[in-house]
């Protein structure tokens, strides 16, 4: 399946700390998306990078994506308590209209 | 603006019985809507999509029969978990396109389906 692996499963760090959890995928595709989500909660959708992108940043967000490795990352920089969530890659497949197939989830616990 | 909600945000049901669960999107006119199951400290699986006015398309796996959706409207999707057992209980999420803005999903904030 294209259902994306990440990794760590689950990140401990200190408030403050950078955070950078790894997706990787194994087919083409047009777009890969970061969201967040709280326990027990919706998606909050964080980022998105298409496949001709290699770095996009948005406020203490930083994500690359390396096509030629089907990987990709997320960096949250100076991280705070309330990062603490999972944070899930998701795929939109080359010819596969706007459907998304998520990763398996990096869980953040940030600590005071 | 492109807000999704979901009815029930949970419901505990006896195992047998059905169970309907409504997605819509408050603000905007949603063409095409996602249904997702997620199991607890597990993914987002996608169960089906559905688009305003014909049937939906269920992933392999998934039986049409017992995950019955509608989506009667531009604003509404309904999935309805018929005869649910306790291995149905899970995390529902629904999420939306725009008919503007067909690449982004809106998603909703679940609903928790626990079977008796």
């Known amino acids: 399946s294209q259902q994306g692996e990440e990794d760590p499963q689950a990140l401990s760090i200190q408030e403050g700390e950078n955070a950078t959890m790894n997706c990787s995928y194994k087919t083409s595709i047009n777009n890969l998306q970061w969201y967040r989500q709280n326990s027990g909660r919706g998606l909050v959708h964080l980022i998105l990078?298409?496949?001709?992108?290699r770095e996009k940043h948005s406020g203490r967000l930083r994500v690359t994506l390396d096509t030629s490795k089907k990987s990709s990352s997320l960096l949250i920089t100076a991280s705070r308590a309330a990062d603490t969530a999972s944070y899930f890659c998701?795929?939109?497949?080359?010819?596969?209209?706007?459907?998304?197939?998520f990763g398996t989830g990096t869980q953040l616990k940030v600590e005071l | 603006g492109a807000v999704v909600s979901q009815h029930p945000s949970w419901v505990i049901c006896k195992s047998g019985t059905s169970v309907k669960i409504e997605c819509r999107s408050l603000d905007f006119q949603a063409t095409t809507m996602f249904w997702y199951r997620q199991f607890p400290k597990q993914s987002l699986m996608l169960m089906a999509t559905s688009n305003e006015g014909s049937k939906a398309t269920y992933e392999q796996g998934v039986e049409k029969d017992k995950f019955l959706i509608n989506h009667a409207s531009l604003t509404l999707s309904t999935l309805t978990v018929t005869s649910a057992h306790p291995e149905d209980s899970s995390f529902y999420i629904c999420s939306a396109t725009d008919r503007a803005w067909p690449r982004d999903q809106f998603f909703g904030p679940g609903t928790r389906l626990t079977v008796l």
């Open positions: 998701a795929t939109v497949l080359t010819g596969g209209g706007n459907k998304l197939t």
């Open positions: 990078i298409r496949s001709n992108e």
